[in-house]
């Protein structure tokens, strides 16, 4: 892998503002991204009823819940829910700094894909911050295992997934996606794949509290004769284990910093995605901070990248 101008700390160049509903909660939602400086990471704010706001560092330490999605937070009346694929846009797109405020407890889930939000990005474009970037590197192979279900780190020089579900439904069966990560890559394979549920699953959600907004705009169905219920099928043939593969981004940029390794996994999800992440962080010698050398070269290969001692970093998956 090389890295160019994305070797530098970026932001966005001016705010932007969607709408949209809370998949979960049903409740109309406000997001707006917000320029940050070097330095700053991606923040998300809440605002609260009552005028004041709560802030999240989007970091493994700061998640709670990943059930059905990932949260930031542990208190229902002020957590930020459902942040993976907005969190994936962000990472594909090495958008490293930037402030995310919200008017609600869960980010609008738009179209059930990553795609507006890189859509929002880059109508207002990114800028080169000029501060150097810093990646983390695995060292080492990682792994989790839970039950059949498996997630590992492995060193590789380049952003690499290999992710593989398998569903007992013969609409869904057995699918992989395998590939080097980059923005393009992500915009054209992976950004527009939509969240996916169950018809027979709806009842037992909603009686829950969740999925209160889903519907065929923003959500895959599988009825309970294992087909498709959306009118304009599918967006990918594999478009299931492709959201998969996005939700694992997103899920894996609360790592605070893009990452420079291969990431497996076989029926993984939000619990095992962040359970691996918890995993590689808490083990000193499988990683390492790294930034592109001191070089007037326009490219550099992520073998060539140099380490650096940052000590906070461990602190963030205390």
Known sequence: MTIGLFGFQTTIASPVT??????????????????????TGVIFTRLLDDGSSVEYRAVSSQVGNTDLCTVLGTSLSRAVATIEHVMAALYALGVDNIMVEVDSGEMPIMDGSSYPFIEAIEQVGIVNLGIKRRYIRVLK???????ACWSEFRPYDGTRFEVEIDFSSPLIGRQSWKGD?????????LSRARTFGFMRDVERLWAA????????????V??????????????YKDEFVRHKTLDAVGDLALAGAQFIGCYRSYRGGHKM???ALKALMSDPTAYEVVEAPSSRA????????????VPELTSWFA
């Open 18 to 39: 969607l709408k949209g509903i809370g998949v979960h909660s049903g409740a109309p939602v406000s997001l707006t991204f917000q320029p940050a400086e070097a330095g």
């Open 141 to 147: 192979p990682v792994r989790i295992d839970s039950g």
């Open 181 to 189: 990560l980059t923005a393009e890559t992500f915009k054209q394979e």
């Open 209 to 220: 509290g969740y999925a209160l907004g889903s519907s065929l705009e923003n959500s895959v």
């Open 222 to 235: 599988i009825s309970d004769d294992d087909t498709i219920v959306n009118v304009e099928g599918l967006r």
């Open 273 to 275: 995605n962040a359970n």
């Open 298 to 309: 326009a490219r550099v290969r992520a073998r060539e990248f140099v380490p650096v001692n």
